[in-house]
């Protein structure tokens, strides 16, 4: 998790410049890496509490239509009223949403192109739980491609086909190229490399007849920028972290 320090002070002003889409029935928001999206035992503060703040001109409290791990940043979708929750629960079960990662691993493929094809499998022991690899679970595709490389690290794209718990970080590991500040299937973090993996793309249909089709891109978060510029990311001034 990153340190305190590093997490954005998410005033109702700070939170409502982080969206990045809005309409009528949906917002997408850049999420900041640190921020769980959920309350729990070791949650300080959680993203549902802020989320009064996103209300603007509608009668209700957005709602999460899903979920980031505390530590990904990037592009997060909020229903606006509860039949747009339900459409876009719809969305999500199916096939209908376009996601695009960027990871930063270490090592990295040879080839430039390929898919990760790993059913995943939750585990519970003593000490907690993680996700595994196991022909038994259930299935887990990652598609990959190679954006840059540079001294040791590649930049990766990443979209998963299925929306397993931890799915891009095992199906990374296990391909032998863990994502940089993984802190439980890579080599660990630190404060200053945290999880290099964010939400970079989200693509939504049509919610209903006459809506609008959306689509969100968030910046990378700062500690992201210097192993992606070292991997030939070269970023422009409108991608300016929040």
Request: aromatic share 4%.
């Amino acid at each position: 998790m990153l340190h305190p320090s590093m997490i954005p002070i998410l005033t109702p002003e700070a939170l409502q410049a982080r969206v990045l889409y809005r309409d009528a029935d949906i917002l997408i928001i850049d999420k900041p890496a640190g921020l769980a999206v959920h309350a729990g035992p070791k949650t300080t503060i959680d993203l549902e509490a802020l989320l009064p703040a996103l209300r603007f001109d509608g009668r209700e409290v957005p709602r999460l239509a899903h979920r980031l791990d505390t530590d990904t940043s990037g592009c997060l979708v909020l229903a606006r009223h509860g039949k747009a929750l339900t459409r876009l629960g719809r969305a999500f079960s199916g096939h209908g949403v376009d996601k695009t990662y960027w990871a930063v691993v270490e090592g990295g493929p040879a080839a430039d192109l390929g898919r990760i094809d790993l059913p995943l499998k939750k585990r519970n022991d003593k000490s907690g739980w993680r996700i595994v690899a196991d022909a038994k679970g259930q299935p887990a595709v990652t598609d990959f491609r190679v954006l840059g490389r540079g001294d040791g690290y590649v930049w990766l794209a990443l979209k998963p086909a299925t929306g397993r718990t931890h799915q891009l970080r095992v199906h990374m590991a296990e391909a032998g190229w863990p994502i940089v500040g993984d802190p439980f299937y890579g080599s660990g973090r630190t404060a200053a490399r945290p999880l290099h993996l964010m939400a970079r793309h989200i693509g939504l249909p049509p919610l209903g007849q006459n809506r609008p089709a959306a689509s969100a891109e968030a910046p990378p978060p700062d500690h992201m920028r210097a192993l992606l510029a070292a991997c030939g990311c070269a970023l422009s001034g409108s991608e300016t972290a929040r």
